[in-house]
């Protein structure tokens, strides 16, 4: 993973530091026309609604529609594709983040690599997971589940949006870490999952923030802990997974790339708009809303989150054997 990681690192760096790059002609103003916004999840999804709070205020800032367009399909890899193979010049941009970083070595036979293909742009937000379980299991902190798991091997199942997503790989990591045998159930997304953990079929689900808060604060769930680093602001008394485990982390990030060799002062003006709307407090509030915290910062920082997050869930994925479906 070294060699892939210090390639996206290097295309964030040139990224950064060049001050032209052959593309854009002396005296045109970017952007001149409309720019698309890739999404390789359905509307509705999180990645959908983040390109369009962002393309709306990119669209307000630069004077030209930012369109959203989605291409779901193949847990994000038909949109990235669609952008690794589109022109270098600034008007096709891809909601690019956690799934890519799975999917570069979840998948052995893409048609792009990610690292080479896709440069970064700007982060968008970080948002963690919960770790719910059905109220009827009797733990009601994560010492009290580990013990309970440990005393049941095999016995518990552990609901996920799908083979490779987040909340697979975040309950990967946990058993990894706490040394437990669950069963893995994949569904086809997060609702269905939590459908079924509300009624009891299966006991426990590391799902995304959004779609789980709400049967939390309603009782119908019990939240053990959230995944970030530290609490949650929107569930202030739910343990973080790394009080018990230190060094846990697992979030979905999001932010924005385009494809290589776009010119340097392009993404320039897109990373500033980027972190000028992060800092607005109506994005703020709104990304709150949906459970991400703002990740501003230069190209370069974006694209070591994405390095970091590649090489740690390709060691989590080549170590539970996790194949595509």
Known sequence: MRRPRRKFLSLAVSAAALPFMPGLAKGQTYPSRPVRIIVGFAPGSAFDILARLIGQRLSERLGQPFIVENRSGAAGSIATEAVARA?????????TGSPDAINATLYDNLNFKFVHDIAPVAGIGRAPNVMVVNPSL????????I???????GKISMASAGVGSASHLSGELFKMMAGLSLVHVPYRGQAPALTDLLGGQVQLDFSTMPPAIEYVKAGKLRALAVTSPARFEALPDVPAMAEYLPGYEASLLTGLGVPSNTPAEIIEVLNKETNSALADPNIKAQLAALGNTELPGSPNDFGKLIADETEKWGKVIRAANIKPE
């Open 147 to 153: 013990a309970y798991a440990n005393a049941n091997p």
């Open 138 to 145: 009797p733990t009601k902190t994560v010492p009290e589940f």
């Open 87 to 95: 022109r270098p010049d600034g008007y096709t941009l891809l909601v």
